[in-house]
């Protein structure tokens, strides 16, 4: 099983898990011309994508997932709730598929674990996928932690995990009160602090990869995000990866 990240901030997300012949795309919020762009650069085809996944209804995480599954008539996996609130900017769609946040299902190859998160939308998620013998989890866009998050998390042989902000950069910054409050809210964004208290209550015994991921151009820096993580983990800064908004992360391969 391996994985990339097309990019990773509040300008656009999109994600990609492979393993076998399964290549599953988590949310699009790239336009499709912009997305085409960045698979060329990981060397991934439009045709081969097997589905979309979606976390939340945010246009950052959304806004081209309709217009790519109507172009490659891809089926797309979303809860109900991601639905109704998407509806009319998804469009007519190729297939559509409502998931369980609190049920398994797989999709070729991978096998996918949702699990609710709390976040300022109607119904988001996030998964963990594994190929039968490793794991790798996905957390962002979540104010906080919860033991059902943690418990889902726990052992993962790769983990991809936001650290949004730093909590000083988001309040001595230029963003105004309300949207500060909303960031920094149980409902908003985990901070670099917060990110680091969740990886030590994990289960690390078997993590390979560990990917610093949704990090604010305003209000975080890589190096911070770094070094709350490492020092979480007890490593160096360097073996923690950094996925931006522009490159994206490169494919990572879990063995």
Request: hydrophobic share 40%; proline share 4%.
């Amino acid at each position: 099983m391996r994985f990339a990240l097309f990019g990773s901030g509040s300008k656009g997300n999109a994600t990609i898990v492979e393993h076998g012949k399964t290549r599953l795309l988590v949310d699009c919020g790239f336009s499709v011309r912009e997305l085409e762009r960045r698979m060329v650069r990981l060397g991934v085809e439009g045709a081969s994508l097997s589905a979309i996944l979606l976390t939340h209804e945010h246009s950052d995480h959304l806004g081209g997932a309709g217009a790519l599954a109507r172009k490659y008539k891809l089926p797309l996996w979303l809860t109900a709730g991601t639905a109704r609130a998407a509806e009319k900017r998804l469009g007519e769609l190729p297939q559509r598929h409502l998931l369980n946040c609190h049920a398994r299902f797989a999709i070729g190859d991978l096998e996918v674990a949702p699990f609710p998160v709390p976040h300022d939308a109607r119904e988001p998620c996030q998964f963990v996928f594994s190929d039968g013998a490793h794991r790798l989890g996905l957390l962002t866009d979540t104010g906080l932690s919860t033991p059902h998050i943690q418990r889902q998390l726990s052992g993962c042989d790769a983990l991809i995990l936001e650290c949004n902000h730093d909590r000083e950069m988001l309040r001595d910054g230029p963003y105004p009160p309300h949207l500060q409050q909303r960031i920094a809210s149980a409902l908003g964004h985990l901070s670099n602090e917060q990110a680091a208290m969740i990886l030590q209550k994990l289960d690390n015994s078997a993590l390979q990869h560990l990917v610093a991921a949704h990090l604010s151009e305003t209000n975080n820096s890589p190096e911070l995000a770094a070094a709350s993580l490492s020092a979480a983990l007890g490593c160096e800064t360097d073996w923690i990866a950094l996925a931006d908004q522009e490159e994206g992360l490169s494919w990572r391969e879990i063995s």
